[in-house]
C-alpha cells in the first residue's frame, strides 16, 4: 500500500473515531456485491481489508445478503462462498427477509448506532450511506480497497458537534463566574491580553562586533624612544641571615665604641 493512501485511511478513520466514536475493532458490513467484485478481481477479502486498515476488524454480513444470493441461483456461487467466511450478524429480519441493500440500510439508520463500515459495491446503497452522517464507505476500486471521504454530512454533523461543546464550555465558564460571585463575592477577572514586545535585536540575526586588529609592532621600534613604557627590571634583594645580620650589627656597635 502506497504512504499516501495509508495516510488516506489514517486520517479518515481518525476522523470516525473523534467524533461518531469507532473504535478498534471496526465492524465491516459487507455484502454480496463487494464479494462479487473480489471474485472476479481474485482478491481475498479479509487479507486485503485488513492490510488497508492496518488493525483488528469484525467481517460481517447478514442473513438477508445471503439469502439473496442464494436465490440468484449457481452463477453467484463462488461470491456466495467468500460471503459465507464471514461472522452472520443478527440484523431484525430473521421471521421476515428483506432485500440485502434494506438490510444494511436499516443497521446504519438513526446515525449509524453501531458503527458500521459499509462495504459495498452499490451505487444506490453507497448514496444511500453518505446521507447518514457518521458512515464511512468501502468500495473495491479495481481490485485495490478504498475508502470514500467521509461524506459532507458526516463533516458538517462533526463540525456542528464541535461548535456546540465550545459553546457549552463557554456556557460552565460563565456558570462558574456566578457561582463564585455570589458565594465569595468576587469576580473571576480574566487576565488582560499583553501584546509581546520585542526586547531588542535578536542576536543571532545580528553581526558580530569586529575586534580590534592586534599587529606586533616591528623589532626596530622596539626601544627607549618607542611610545611603549619600557618593562622596568625588578631588583631582588639578597636576604641575609638572621645571625649573620645580628653578628654585623654587633661589630658595628664594637667600632662606633
Ligand atoms: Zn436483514
Same mark, same amino acid.
Given at each position: 500500500?502506497?504512504?499516501?493512501?495509508?495516510?488516506?485511511?489514517?486520517?479518515?478513520?481518525?476522523?470516525?473515531?473523534?467524533?461518531?466514536?469507532?473504535?478498534?475493532?471496526?465492524?465491516?458490513?459487507?455484502?454480496?456485491?463487494?464479494?462479487?467484485?473480489?471474485?472476479?478481481?481474485?482478491?481475498?477479502?479479509?487479507?486485503?481489508?485488513?492490510?488497508?486498515?492496518?488493525?483488528?476488524?469484525?467481517?460481517?454480513?447478514?442473513?438477508?445478503?445471503?439469502?439473496?444470493?442464494?436465490?440468484?441461483?449457481?452463477? @453467484?456461487?463462488?461470491?456466495?462462498?467468500?460471503?459465507?467466511?464471514?461472522?452472520?450478524?443478527?440484523?431484525?429480519?430473521?421471521?421476515?427477509?428483506?432485500?440485502?441493500?434494506?438490510?444494511?440500510?436499516?443497521?446504519?439508520?438513526?446515525?449509524?448506532?453501531?458503527?458500521?463500515?459499509?462495504?459495498?459495491?452499490?451505487?444506490?446503497?453507497?448514496? @444511500?450511506?453518505?446521507?447518514?452522517?457518521?458512515?464511512?464507505?468501502?468500495?473495491?476500486?479495481?481490485?485495490?480497497?478504498?475508502?470514500?471521504?467521509?461524506?459532507?454530512?458526516?463533516?458538517?454533523?462533526?463540525?456542528?458537534?464541535?461548535?456546540?461543546?465550545?459553546?457549552?464550555?463557554?456556557?460552565?465558564?460563565?456558570?462558574?463566574?456566578?457561582?463564585?460571585?455570589?458565594?465569595?463575592?468576587?469576580?473571576?477577572?480574566?487576565?488582560?491580553?499583553?501584546?509581546?514586545?520585542?526586547?531588542?535585536?535578536?542576536?543571532?540575526?545580528?553581526?558580530?562586533?569586529?575586534?580590534?586588529?592586534?599587529?606586533?609592532?616591528?623589532?626596530?621600534?622596539?626601544?627607549?624612544?618607542?611610545?611603549?613604557?619600557?618593562?622596568?627590571?625588578?631588583?631582588?634583594?639578597?636576604?641575609?641571615?638572621?645571625?649573620?645580620?645580628?653578628?654585623?650589627?654587633?661589630?658595628?656597635?664594637?667600632?662606633?665604641?
Amino acid at each position: 500500500m502506497k504512504i499516501t493512501q495509508k495516510r488516506k485511511v489514517n486520517r479518515y478513520m481518525s476522523f470516525f473515531r473523534n467524533n461518531f466514536g469507532f473504535r478498534v475493532p471496526y465492524q465491516v458490513l459487507i455484502d454480496g456485491t463487494l464479494c462479487l467484485a473480489a471474485l472476479e478481481g481474485q482478491v481475498r477479502v479479509s487479507e486485503q481489508l485488513i492490510k488497508y486498515f492496518q488493525c483488528e476488524l469484525k467481517l460481517l454480513t447478514t442473513q438477508c445478503v445471503i439469502l439473496e444470493m442464494e436465490k440468484l441461483g449457481s452463477s @453467484v456461487n463462488g461470491a456466495l462462498s467468500i460471503c459465507k467466511q464471514f461472522a452472520v450478524h443478527k440484523c431484525g429480519h430473521e421471521k421476515k427477509p428483506v432485500s440485502a441493500s434494506k438490510c444494511l440500510e436499516s443497521m446504519i439508520t438513526n446515525n449509524n448506532p453501531n458503527r458500521y463500515i459499509i462495504a459495498t459495491q452499490d451505487p444506490s446503497l453507497r448514496e @444511500v450511506a453518505r446521507t447518514i452522517p457518521g458512515t464511512p464507505i468501502l468500495y473495491l476500486h479495481i481490485r485495490s480497497p478504498t475508502l470514500e471521504k467521509p461524506s459532507q454530512l458526516s463533516s458538517e454533523l462533526a463540525g456542528f458537534n464541535i461548535q456546540t461543546s465550545i459553546q457549552s464550555q463557554g456556557c460552565t465558564m460563565e456558570r462558574l463566574r456566578q457561582i463564585k460571585k455570589q458565594e465569595l463575592g468576587t469576580d473571576i477577572k480574566e487576565k488582560p491580553f499583553k501584546r509581546r514586545k520585542p526586547k531588542g535585536p535578536n542576536p543571532l540575526s545580528c553581526k558580530k562586533k569586529k575586534k580590534k586588529a592586534n599587529f606586533r609592532e616591528p623589532l626596530e621600534n622596539v626601544g627607549p624612544s618607542s611610545s611603549q613604557p619600557q618593562r622596568t627590571k625588578r631588583r631582588r634583594r639578597a636576604k641575609i641571615a638572621e645571625h649573620i645580620r645580628q653578628e654585623l650589627a654587633a661589630r658595628l656597635n664594637v667600632s662606633k665604641v
